[in-house]
C-alpha cells in the first residue's frame, strides 16, 4: 500500500472498521450517559472530533521530538494527558471569549472530554501502531468522527425507544448496551471492506 | 468574601500543578530506572526465546535455559541467527515484522539448511486484539508451520487444514491471520537470497 | 463507632453502590479485556491498587488543591500509579504485559478511580478514602470476573486457558468479540436489576 493512500486507508478504517467505541469499547461512559438526545449527542460528538484530530497531532508531535530523543518514552501517559488537558482548557478559554453561543452549547462538554478514554486512547493506539505524522491526524479525526456517528445512532435509536416498553432491568444502560451490542455487530459488517496490509 | 488576589487566582494553581506533576515524574523515572535492566533482559529473553523455538529447539522455558542454549548453539551473523546442532543440523532463523491488524508484528522464522523448509515460527512481539488476533502466539496456531514448505500458503478455515500448503486460520481474526501470513511468505523471499 | 462506618463505607461499593452494576462507571476496560480471565484478572488488580492508592492520596491532600485545577492534579496522581503499575508489570510479568497492552494505560481514564475520587476522596479522610477505593475495585473486580467467566467458556471452551468443554462444543466466537462483551455485560445488570435491586425498594 503507497504512502499517499495509508491514511486515508486508516481514517476510513477508524470511523467503521475498526470504530474506537464499538470495536475497541473507549468513550463508553459519556457515550452512554449522553446519548439520550440526538442534539447533545452531535455537540459532544462534534467536540470530541475536534479535540481528538488536535490531541493525536499535538500527541505525536511532543512523542517524536521530546520523549524519544530523550528516551522518557515511559512517561507518555503523563505527558499525553497533561497536553490534552492543557489543549482541553485552552480552547475552553478561547470559545468562551470569543463566542457566547458556542460556549453555551459545547462549554459543559469540554471537562467531560478530558477524561473522555477515547482520547487518551487515540494518543496511545498511535504509539502503539507507530503511525506516521499523517496518519496519525487522519486516525485522530476519523476515530473522532466513529465516535460521533456512534452516538448519533445510538441517540437516534434510543429516542425512538422513548415509547417502547422495556423491562425494568433493562431501562437505562442495559438497553443501551444491547443497542451498541447490535451496532457493533453491524460495523462488523464492514470488515474486510478495507484492508491496510 | 474576598475576592482573590492575582497570586491565588492565576498563579497558585500553576505552581501547585507544576510542584505535582515534578513529583509525579520523579516517582516514575525511579521505578524506571531502578527496573531498566529487569525490563532490557525481559525483551532479550522473549528475543532469544523466539529464535530458539524457531528453530525447534526445546528448552524449559525458564531464561536461564534460554540462555545457556542459545550461547551454546546459536551464532548472530548479520540480520539473522545461525543455530548449529548435532541432531538437527544447520538452521536459519530470521526476523521478521510486518504491519498486523493493529501494530507490527514481529515474527522470528527458522529454516533448515535448505532455506526453503521451515523448521519453525515464533511470535516476538505483537499488538492484535486480545483472545482474537493475539491467538498467533497460542502453540497450536505456529506448531503447524514446522516442516511446511513454502513459498506461498494458503489460508483456510479453523481446523480445516490438510493440505501441505493449507494453514488453519482463526476465527475471527481473519484480517490477523491474514498479516501473519504475508510476514512468513515475506521470510521465504529474503532466506532465497541467502 | 467509628469501625461500623468503615465497615459500611467497605460493604457499601460491593454491592449496593456497586460502580458497574449501579453507577454504571467503568464500562471501557470492562468490555475489553473481559474475553480472557486471566487478563480480566490482572486488570482488575491493577484498578483496585490505583482506584485505593489515588483515591488515598488526593484525600490527603485535599484541602490544597486548588479548584481550578482539581481535575488535572487527580489524572496526574492517577497516571502515575498507572504507571507504576505499568512498569511493575513489565519487569515482572512480561508476558502478562504484553496481553494487556494499551489496557493498563487505560485505567488512568477508567471513570471509576476517577469517579471515587470525586465522590468520595474530596469530602473525606484518607483511611476511609483508601477503603472505599479499595472495596469499589473489588466491587469491579467480581463483575469483570463473572462477564470473563461466561465470555471465555462460552468463547473459547476455556477457563484460564484450560481447555474444559470438549470439541462437541461449538465455540460462540460472538462472545469474545466486542458485541458479545456489551450482551453479557447488559444480561448481567438485567439480572442484578431484576433480581436483587428490586427487592431492595420492596422491603
Known amino acids: 500500500m503507497s504512502e499517499l493512500l495509508f491514511p486515508l486507508a486508516v481514517f476510513f478504517a477508524s470511523i467503521f472498521t475498526s470504530n474506537i467505541l464499538l470495536t475497541n469499547y473507549l468513550g463508553m461512559c459519556s457515550f452512554l450517559a449522553v446519548s439520550k438526545e440526538l442534539e447533545t449527542s452531535a455537540g459532544l460528538g462534534i467536540a470530541v472530533t475536534f479535540v481528538m484530530a488536535a490531541t493525536t497531532s499535538l500527541n505525536w508531535l511532543v512523542y517524536e521530538f521530546v520523549l524519544v530523543p530523550f528516551q522518557l518514552e515511559y512517561l507518555r501517559f503523563i505527558v499525553f494527558i497533561i497536553v490534552i488537558a ?99 455487530m453491524a460495523f462488523m459488517g464492514f470488515n474486510g471492506m478495507i484492508s491496510i496490509q | ?52 523455538d524457531s528453530a525447534a529447539i526445546s528448552h524449559d522455558g525458564t531464561p536461564s535455559d534460554v540462555v545457556k542454549l542459545f550461547d551454546q548453539y546459536v551464532t548472530e551473523d548479520g540480520d539473522m541467527y545461525v543455530v548449529n546442532t ?109 | 463507632m467509628a469501625k461500623s462506618n468503615l465497615k459500611k463505607t467497605f460493604l457499601t461499593p460491593l454491592g449496593k453502590d456497586n460502580p458497574v452494576f449501579v453507577q454504571i462507571l467503568g464500562i471501557c476496560s470492562t468490555l475489553a479485556v473481559t474475553n480472557k480471565l486471566d487478563n480480566t484478572l490482572v486488570m482488575t488488580l491493577g484498578v483496585m491498587f490505583t482506584t485505593a492508592l489515588s483515591s488515598w492520596t488526593i484525600s490527603l491532600l485535599r484541602n490544597w488543591i486548588p479548584s481550578r485545577v482539581r481535575m488535572m492534579v487527580e489524572t496526574l496522581v492517577i497516571a502515575t500509579y498507572v504507571i507504576i503499575v505499568d512498569i511493575a508489570l513489565k519487569a515482572y510479568y512480561p508476558e502478562m504485559w504484553k496481553q494487556l497492552g494499551p489496557y493498563v494505560g487505560l485505567i488512568i481514564t477508567n471513570c471509576i478511580v476517577m469517579g471515587r475520587i470525586e465522590a468520595f476522596a474530596l469530602q473525606n479522610k484518607p483511611l476511609p478514602s483508601l477503603i472505599d477505593g479499595l472495596a469499589s475495585g473489588m466491587g469491579y473486580a467480581y463483575v469483570l470476573l463473572i462477564i470473563a467467566f461466561f465470555r471465555e467458556l462460552l468463547g473459547t471452551g476455556t477457563l484460564w486457558g484450560y481447555q474444559v468443554l470438549g470439541s462437541w462444543w461449538t465455540s460462540w466466537a460472538i462472545m469474545i468479540m466486542p458485541p458479545g462483551g456489551f450482551f453479557m455485560l447488559a444480561i448481567f445488570i438485567w439480572i442484578v436489576r431484576e433480581n436483587f435491586i428490586k427487592e431492595e425498594t420492596n422491603e
Open chain 1, 86 to 184: 492543557a489543549f482541553v482548557q485552552l480552547i475552553e478559554m478561547v470559545i468562551e471569549r470569543y463566542s457566547e453561543n458556542l460556549y453555551f452549547a459545547l462549554g459543559i462538554f469540554l471537562p467531560l472530554i478530558t477524561v473522555n478514554c477515547a482520547i487518551l486512547g487515540a494518543s496511545l493506539f498511535m504509539v502503539i501502531r507507530e503511525y506516521t505524522f499523517m496518519t496519525s491526524f487522519f486516525f485522530g479525526l476519523g476515530s473522532g468522527l466513529g465516535w460521533l456517528l456512534a452516538i448519533m445512532a445510538m441517540a437516534g435509536i434510543r429516542q425512538r425507544l422513548r415509547t417502547a416498553k422495556i423491562p425494568y432491568g433493562l431501562e437505562g444502560a442495559g438497553i443501551a448496551l444491547i443497542i451498541a451490542g447490535f451496532m457493533a
Open chain 2, 1 to 52: 468574601m474576598k475576592t482573590q488576589s492575582f497570586y491565588a487566582k492565576r498563579i497558585q494553581p500553576i505552581v501547585f500543578m507544576a510542584v505535582v506533576t515534578i513529583i509525579c515524574i520523579i516517582l516514575t523515572a525511579a521505578l524506571h530506572l531502578y527496573t531498566y535492566d529487569q525490563v532490557k533482559e525481559n525483551e532479550q529473553f522473549f528475543v532469544w526465546r523466539s529464535v530458539l
Open chain 2, 86 to 194: 548435532p541432531e538437527h543440523g544447520r538452521r536459519f532463523v530470521l526476523e521478521q515484522t510486518g504491519p498486523g491488524l493493529w501494530g507490527p508484528i514481529t515474527v522470528m522464522i527458522g529454516f533448515e539448511d535448505d532455506k526453503t523448509t521451515l523448521s519453525g515460527v515464533s511470535i516476538v512481539s505483537q499488538t492484535e486484539t486480545p483472545g482474537l488476533g493475539a491467538r498467533i502466539e497460542e502453540p497450536w496456531f505456529t506448531a503447524q508451520f514446522a516442516g511446511k514448505k513454502g513459498p506461498s500458503f494458503k489460508l483456510v478455515e479453523e481446523g480445516t487444514a490438510s493440505q501441505p500448503k493449507e494453514i488453519d486460520s482463526i476465527t475471527g481474526a481473519t484480517r490477523t491471520s491474514d498479516a501473519f501470513k504475508s510476514i512468513i511468505e515475506k521470510a521465504f523471499v529474503l532466506a532465497g537470497g541467502l
